[in-house]
């Protein structure tokens, strides 16, 4: 599989195939296969880990995760094993769908535009309205509520969830009002159910009232909703900004959104993966053109290149490029001296820096920069100088035999127009 995923990477990068496979898996923003594979087995112990009581499963993962064996493990076992959840820390989805019969009985109203959404707020002539926010603030999750009743004071309810790493919010609260009309359960469906739950009480205690929900905007400079996004910071502070929480569920205490658990589980791997390549030699290398190695900006950069210049730029960052060096390394040429030059080995920073056969070039090169650009290594991971530095490369004509014509399509398009 190791072979497979070298494969692709390759394919995708453009890259020589002695290029080293950490090199090669972090300019296509590939994590290694051990790395990918605990990924898989964590997402695979969170589905298991949310599974309800009447899962034929549910019996024996809650028995795994609550002790730890050091032989004769089962396969389900490793794999709870390896995500560390604890009983009970963690929500619960149901796998019932509701009958296709269901529907719906909660007016929902989702403008397509957020300039519809501002003119149904203000033609809007409900008695009694109730803003609702959540904030992700300093790795603290709050959410708040305001209802607003004429011209009398606002009432404001806030809650301290937890930390990010359990707790998540909806960027768009879009989502959250599709979620309630949907049959299929989701990520924080039990609270949903509870929303579902109140508002039928609320229907039959007042047969009367006309409750809808309704998507608004953020940061509109809409009264209730701006003031329900400020208290919600501030709920995000910790359990002292609670106010108006005596809410059952909230009591209790929220279990942590699998959402929330997923995105930190994935991070960490990565950070993990991060923690681990900068202990090599490499990223001493890789540094010094793209500091934020494994995490390169060579994708984003190859995806306004061609397939050439992509090739090119990627083994010249890699040191795995057709120069003399490289060749003699490999014993495909008798010497690493620099054929153009003859005084140095040709190397990534001598073709690019320092061949005096190639002046009048980098003259141009740093005539296009601007004089407050110095020229370094670091350009090899600048997207802005990257249509400067391929048309050094061109006007050099050294891989001209092996990577064809390698101007830039800016450059083409400036051509086209004269």
């Given at each position: 599989?190791?072979?497979?995923?070298?494969k692709?990477?390759?394919q995708?990068?453009?890259?020589l195939r002695?290029?080293?496979?950490?090199?090669?898996?972090a300019?296509?923003?590939?994590?290694?296969?051990?790395?990918h594979?605990?990924?898989?087995?964590q997402?695979?112990?969170?589905r298991i880990?949310?599974?309800p009581?009447?899962?034929?499963?549910?019996a024996?993962a809650?028995k795994?995760?609550?002790?730890?064996?050091?032989?004769?493990?089962?396969?389900?076992?490793?794999?709870?094993?390896?995500?560390?959840?604890?009983?009970?820390?963690?929500?619960?989805?149901?796998?019932i769908?509701?009958?296709p019969?269901?529907?719906?009985?909660?007016?929902?109203?989702?403008?397509?535009?957020?300039?519809?959404?501002?003119?149904?707020?203000?033609d809007?002539?409900?008695?009694?309205?109730?803003f609702?926010?959540?904030s992700?603030?300093?790795?603290?999750?709050g959410?708040?509520?305001?209802?607003?009743?004429?011209?009398?004071?606002?009432?404001?309810?806030?809650?301290?969830?937890g930390k990010?790493?359990k707790?998540?919010?909806?960027?768009?609260?879009?989502?959250t009002?599709?979620?309630?009309?949907?049959?299929?359960?989701?990520?924080?469906?039990?609270?949903?159910?509870?929303?579902?739950t109140?508002i039928k009480?609320?229907?039959?205690?007042?047969?009367?009232v006309?409750?809808?929900l309704?998507?608004v905007?953020?940061?509109?400079?809409i009264?209730?909703?701006?003031?329900a996004?400020?208290?919600a910071k501030?709920?995000a502070?910790?359990?002292?900004?609670?106010?108006?929480?005596?809410?059952?569920r909230?009591?209790?205490?929220l279990?942590?959104?699998?959402?929330?658990?997923?995105?930190?589980?994935k991070r960490?791997?990565?950070?993990?993966?991060?923690?681990?390549?900068?202990?090599?030699?490499?990223?001493?290398?890789?540094?010094?053109y793209?500091?934020?190695t494994?995490?390169?900006?060579?994708?984003?950069?190859?995806?306004k290149?061609?397939?050439?210049?992509?090739?090119?730029?990627?083994q010249?960052?890699?040191?795995?490029?057709?120069?003399?060096?490289?060749?003699?390394?490999?014993?495909?040429?008798?010497?690493?001296?620099?054929?153009?030059c003859?005084?140095?080995?040709?190397t990534?920073?001598?073709?690019?820096?320092?061949c005096?056969?190639?002046?009048?070039?980098?003259?141009?090169?740093?005539?296009?920069?601007?004089?407050?650009q110095?020229?370094?290594?670091?350009?090899?991971?600048d997207?802005?100088?990257m249509?400067?530095?391929?048309?050094?490369?061109?006007?050099?004509?050294?891989?001209?035999e092996?990577?064809?014509?390698l101007?830039h399509?800016?450059?083409?398009?400036?051509?086209?127009?004269?």
């Amino acid at each position: 599989m190791e072979t497979v995923q070298r494969k692709a990477a390759l394919q995708a990068t453009g890259a020589l195939r002695t290029t080293p496979s950490d090199l090669l898996f972090a300019h296509a923003n590939m994590i290694p296969l051990s790395s990918h594979i605990k990924l898989i087995c964590q997402r695979s112990a969170l589905r298991i880990a949310t599974l309800p009581k009447e899962h034929p499963l549910h019996a024996t993962a809650k028995k795994a995760m609550g002790r730890r064996l050091r032989r004769h493990t089962s396969p389900l076992y490793d794999i709870l094993d390896s995500a560390r959840i604890r009983r009970n820390d963690i929500e619960t989805i149901t796998t019932i769908t509701k009958p296709p019969t269901w529907r719906n009985n909660t007016k929902i109203l989702i403008a397509k535009t957020r300039e519809d959404a501002e003119q149904l707020i203000k033609d809007d002539e409900s008695d009694i309205k109730v803003f609702t926010d959540g904030s992700n603030h300093d790795g603290g999750v709050g959410a708040s509520a305001v209802l607003t009743q004429g011209i009398r004071p606002a009432k404001i309810a806030r809650h301290y969830l937890g930390k990010d790493t359990k707790h998540t919010v909806y960027e768009n609260n879009q989502a959250t009002l599709r979620a309630y009309s949907a049959r299929k359960a989701t990520p924080g469906s039990y609270l949903i159910e509870d929303a579902r739950t109140l508002i039928k009480a609320i229907k039959d205690k007042w047969p009367r009232v006309n409750l809808k929900l309704q998507w608004v905007p953020g940061h509109e400079g809409i009264e209730g909703n701006e003031k329900a996004d400020t208290e919600a910071k501030r709920a995000a502070e910790g359990e002292h900004r609670n106010r108006r929480n005596e809410h059952h569920r909230l009591l209790k205490g929220l279990p942590a959104s699998k959402s929330a658990t997923k995105q930190h589980r994935k991070r960490r791997v990565w950070k993990d993966y991060e923690k681990e390549f900068r202990k090599s030699m490499r990223y001493e290398r890789s540094a010094r053109y793209d500091p934020k190695t494994p995490a390169s900006n060579f994708m984003k950069i190859a995806a306004k290149l061609t397939r050439r210049q992509a090739s090119i730029l990627i083994q010249l960052r890699t040191g795995h490029v057709p120069l003399q060096a490289y060749l003699h390394r490999f014993k495909l040429t008798e010497t690493p001296t620099c054929p153009s030059c003859g005084t140095e080995p040709e190397t990534v920073s001598h073709f690019l820096l320092h061949c005096i056969t190639y002046v009048a070039q980098r003259r141009r090169l740093r005539r296009s920069l601007g004089r407050d650009q110095s020229l370094g290594l670091e350009i090899l991971g600048d997207e802005k100088r990257m249509k400067s530095l391929m048309a050094y490369i061109k006007d050099t004509k050294r891989f001209e035999e092996s990577h064809g014509d390698l101007q830039h399509p800016l450059a083409e398009q400036n051509d086209a127009t004269r």
